[in-house]
């Protein structure tokens, strides 16, 4: 009887659902869109009070300018990062410049789930295909994708919140990191760029752990501060000073810093900018997650001792007897101000963006406007002196593959009282020979911090020489002075023309 009653059931169901579809098609068909419209509107009313899920859709391409939507390419990226594992059916890709040239992702009408925080979601893939209007003989499809995900309606709040947050951080950074980096360089106000492909780290770098380490704390710091920014009012963005001798691996240090933070660089050369609005158009059009450089930036331009200059010719200027000399920057193509300078690094256009960092170097800090490397401009100033000992002992390690020998112990003490700039020392380390011979390198370090320290202390002498002939050449003239005093040889004319002291 029950089964007979439950046959009974399905029948009457299946004659239900055959009805409501054969009413449904029928509607489609012959109804005006108003009336259809108005179905589709109430029943998916009474659908949404069976089905307790919430569905969000994101578009391929958003807005009236056809652009590819943000949040759409970051979903693809991390879904592709973090689940794509499950999907059984996968597209591949070949991206250009990408770390990861083969690129997977969730084919069309593909579903996959998360998790975050102990609650289950879907993700699902799809595309709409909408045929197009004009004659052809080729007729195309304009096919749009996008994503759709899926999830109960008592945790809204958190996927709404947190979870979509997460999702689309986790994106960006996944694609930072993945995305081969770029070096900029411009040519007036145009920016180039080429793959950057410099290999420095900071385990290769040649300097002091202590430093290095700090360095690195800072960075990180720096990166993973924009909430502490904001809430401080500030712009997102640290200024780095790197100064010291030629040849002590400032360069290497900026390839370093991007590697490690995975930023682009810009290499921006200002004698190529002709004013200060070309130099703010340059700045406007980098891009976040990347590092400004300007290197030697006493030798870029003369901007150093700029406002001193003004207040000479100021003076000049005021002495009619004085000929009239032609402004310094006649003939000159750039026009870029110090003043200019200082609104780049600090001022209201520096805020165009975030996550940026601005690196100056020099062979001459001294000879720097203060103002332009004050701290909140220039945030923390790096000296990269000579090769120390525990330098040396990187460099070893990266020539050589030694960490240890019987002759470190010479040239800890040469290093100790020669200065040799890292790239000298690195010279003299690199293999001449394959195999390496190690012994052979550092008996050749050795000869060279023998030989500048026997050339310093040659200098040194002829310096104690000349200063001892100088003051021996004051004593004697001291001494035929007073001699020629006490019989009276010396007599003296008072000048009344042009007011000096007297001749002898």
């Given at each position: 009887m029950n089964k007979f009653n439950m046959a009974d059931m399905l029948g009457h169901l299946g004659s239900v659902l055959a009805s409501v579809m054969f009413v449904w098609a029928i509607i489609q068909q012959?109804?005006?869109?108003?009336?259809?419209?108005?179905?589709?509107?109430?029943?998916?009313r009474f659908l949404t009070l069976l089905y307790p899920y919430i569905q969000i859709t994101f578009n391929e391409f958003t807005g009236e300018r056809f652009k590819r939507s943000e949040?759409?390419?970051?979903?693809?990226?991390?879904?592709?990062?973090?689940?794509?594992?499950?999907?059984?059916?996968?597209?591949?890709?070949?991206?250009?410049?990408?770390?990861?040239?083969?690129?997977?992702?969730?084919?069309?009408?593909e579903e996959v789930a998360d998790d975050f925080n102990?609650?289950?979601?879907?993700?699902?893939?799809?595309?709409?295909?909408?045929?197009?209007?004009?004659?052809?003989?080729?007729?195309?499809?304009?096919?749009?994708?996008?994503?759709?995900?899926?999830?109960?309606?008592?945790?809204?709040?958190?996927?709404?919140?947190?979870?979509?947050?997460?999702?689309?951080k986790e994106g960006r950074d996944i694609k930072v990191k993945t995305r081969m980096r770029k070096l900029y360089t411009n040519n007036g106000s145009q920016w180039s760029h080429v793959v950057f492909e410099h290999p420095a780290s900071f385990q290769t770098l040649a300097?002091?752990?202590?430093?290095?380490?700090?360095?690195?704390?800072?960075?990180?710091?720096?990166?993973?501060?924009?909430?502490?920014?904001?809430?401080?009012?500030?712009?997102?963005?640290?200024?780095?000073?790197?100064?010291?001798?030629p040849g002590t691996g400032k360069s290497t240090m900026i390839a370093a810093m991007a590697n490690f933070?995975?930023?682009?660089?810009?290499?921006?050369?200002?004698?190529?900018?002709?004013?200060?609005?070309?130099?703010?158009?340059?700045?406007?059009?980098?891009?976040?997650?990347?590092?400004?450089?300007?290197?030697?930036?006493?030798?870029?331009?003369?901007?150093?001792?700029?406002?001193?200059?003004?207040?000479?010719?100021?003076?000049?200027?005021?002495?009619?007897?004085?000929?009239?000399k032609p402004p310094e920057?006649?003939?000159?193509?750039?026009?870029?101000?110090?003043?200019?300078?200082?609104n780049f690094v600090d001022g209201l256009w520096s805020a165009c963006g975030g996550d940026r960092l601005i690196v100056f170097t020099t062979n001459h800090v001294e000879k720097l406007d203060p103002a332009l490397i004050r701290r909140g401009r220039m945030d923390k100033h790096i000296e990269l002196s000579y090769c120390g000992f525990e330098a040396f002992k990187v460099l070893a390690k990266n020539y050589l593959c030694i960490q240890t020998h019987d002759l470190f112990e010479r040239i800890s003490e040469l290093l100790g009282e020669v200065e040799?700039?890292?790239?000298?020392?690195?010279?003299?380390?690199?293999?001449?020979?394959?195999?390496?011979?190690?012994?052979?390198?550092?008996?050749?370090?050795?000869?060279?911090?023998?030989?500048?320290?026997?050339?310093?202390?040659?200098?040194?002498?002829?310096?104690?020489?000349?200063k001892k002939k100088e003051l021996l050449a004051v004593k004697a003239s001291e001494v035929k002075v007073a001699n020629m005093v006490e019989n009276g040889e010396v007599k003296v004319v008072n000048s009344v023309e042009n007011g000096s002291n007297g001749s002898v």
């Open positions: 012959y109804f005006p869109y108003n009336v259809r419209n108005f179905f589709e509107k109430y029943s998916q949040a759409y390419s970051a979903i693809e990226t991390y879904l592709g990062k973090t689940t794509s594992m499950q999907a059984k059916r996968l597209k591949a890709d070949v991206i250009k410049n990408n770390t990861q040239p083969l690129s997977l992702s969730m084919d069309d009408h102990g609650v289950k979601v879907y993700w699902s893939s799809g595309k709409n295909i909408l045929k197009t209007q004009s004659f052809s003989f080729y007729p195309t499809t304009d096919e749009k994708r996008y994503y759709k995900l899926s999830f109960h309606k008592r945790h809204r709040e958190m996927i709404l919140g947190e979870y979509l947050q997460h999702v689309l300097m002091d752990p202590v430093m290095k380490q700090e360095i690195i704390d800072d960075l990180t710091t720096f990166s993973n501060g924009e909430e502490f920014y904001n809430r401080i009012g500030r712009a997102w963005k640290r200024g780095y000073l790197l100064y010291g001798p933070l995975c930023y682009d660089i810009y290499d921006l050369e200002l004698t190529a900018v002709k004013d200060n609005t070309e130099l703010r158009r340059l700045l406007i059009e980098t891009s976040s997650k990347s590092i400004i450089v300007i290197e030697d930036i006493d030798c870029s331009m003369d901007l150093t001792g700029q406002r001193k200059k003004e207040v000479k010719e100021e003076e000049e200027e005021s002495d009619p007897k004085k000929p009239m920057n006649e003939g000159k193509t750039s026009k870029v101000t110090l003043s200019g300078l200082l040799m700039t890292p790239a000298d020392v690195a010279e003299n380390l690199m293999p001449k020979t394959s195999p390496p011979d190690a012994e052979r390198c550092l008996k050749s370090l050795i000869g060279a911090l023998e030989a500048a320290k026997a050339e310093a202390e040659r200098k040194k002498l002829e310096e104690e020489e000349e």
